[in-house]
């Protein structure tokens, strides 16, 4: 079985473009919405790392989405992006407060230190074109965390656990409007979760139709997919 990563999904519109990013750097994944995912199911799942998904709520709201607890404790590393991040973030005992302003657009993010998130992709003082689309911000960060990048409205817009391999971003990498963001997914599931990068759309699709036809023998059966 090829590795695999998990994406929880906080009602993103562009969740699926993450888990189009993970597949085209060869790495199976798949989404699950956060209401149904546990501790033991990312364990059952045998996921090599977790994404957490940008969404619409705010950390501060009653209820809002949160990410299950023992997934921090789980040894696995995590990257958090946008809401993904506050929630990390807030759950791990830092701060998140509504934004002077909403930050929506192209930005440009300052790498304040070297970080296996943006390997070959930037060295520290340099500047790279990020998009961002939120309205809170981190402004405490949790114990372990440092500051990896900055940009005019978001003072820790990148962020890291190296020891504990937990990863935050305030942007959205998967968009094409961060053209960085490729290689950042490419680093996180690769170089950071270890995967390997063999899984194929070719591979796979041979292994599906293979198990329905062990399954239907000589009936026929009428299966819708999706053209996306």
Not at 113 to 140: I, N
Not at 148 to 165: Q, Y
Not at 197 to 202: A, N, Y
Request: glycine content about 14%; some cysteine.
């Amino acid at each position: 079985m090829s590795d695999r990563v998990l994406i929880v999904d906080f009602g993103s519109q562009v969740t699926q473009l993450i888990a189009r990013r993970v597949r085209e750097a060869g790495v199976y994944c798949e989404i699950h919405p956060f209401n149904r995912v546990t501790a033991e199911s990312i364990t059952a799942f045998g996921a090599r790392g977790v994404i957490l998904s940008g969404g619409p709520a705010s950390v501060a709201d009653f209820g809002s989405p949160r990410a299950p607890q023992g997934l921090f404790e789980l040894g696995l590393p995590v990257l958090g992006i946008c809401y993904g991040q506050q929630t990390l973030c807030e759950q791990l005992g830092g701060k998140v407060e509504p934004g002077d302003h909403r930050e929506f657009g192209r930005a440009m993010l300052t790498l304040a230190e070297p970080c296996a998130l943006f390997d070959g992709v930037a060295a520290k003082g340099e500047q790279v074109q990020v998009w961002m689309s939120h309205g809170d911000r981190v402004t405490a960060l949790p114990p372990g965390f440092t500051v990896v990048g900055t940009s005019e409205g978001a003072p820790f817009a990148a962020i890291a656990h190296a020891h504990k391999r937990f990863y935050g971003v305030q942007f959205h990498p998967e968009v094409v409007h961060t053209p960085i963001g490729k290689q950042l997914l490419s680093n996180f599931v690769h170089k950071i979760a270890g995967c390997a990068g063999d899984w194929t759309m070719k591979a796979f699709r041979a292994q599906e139709i293979a198990k329905v036809r062990e399954q239907v023998g000589k009936g026929r059966v009428i299966c819708g997919l999706s053209g996306g």
